[in-house]
């Protein structure tokens, strides 16, 4: 049974940061591209990062490129997402993805809320 639990969300001021984790179990963790995934209060997803299954190559959206990073543990079964020089714009569900190769994204955490206010 495939599942994946995100951590780290949580109020912040705009500028700070927070790291985001995704533990994931029920399948070969190293094996398959990851991807996180936002959506914000009354909008549609917006695919925020990916990350290959070797970690080397990752990639953003233009509106976080800079200030996020996208890593993995693969001994550890883990995503993570480094979200740093926050903005209100950035408040939102924040999932962590698992990519099944041939048909897109296939299974979703329920997600870690990031809010940025002051």
């Known amino acids: 049974q495939v599942q994946l639990v995100e951590s780290g969300g949580g109020l912040v001021q705009p500028g700070g940061s927070l790291t985001l984790s995704c533990v994931t179990s029920?399948?070969?963790?190293?094996?398959?591209?990851m991807h996180w995934v936002r959506q914000a209060a009354g909008k549609g997803f917006q695919w925020v990062s990916g990350?290959?299954?070797?970690?080397?190559?990752?990639y953003y959206t233009d509106a976080v490129k800079g200030r996020f990073t996208i890593s993995r543990d693969n001994a550890k079964n883990t995503l993570y997402l480094q979200v740093n020089s926050l903005n209100s714009e950035d408040t939102a569900h924040y999932y962590c993805?698992?990519?099944?190769?041939?048909?897109?994204?296939?299974?979703w955490g329920k997600g870690t809320l990031v809010t940025v206010s002051s």
């Open positions: 990350i290959t299954r070797g970690g080397e190559r990752t």
């Open positions: 993805v698992k990519d099944s190769t041939y048909y897109g994204m296939d299974y």
């Open positions: 029920g399948f070969t963790f190293s094996t398959y591209s």
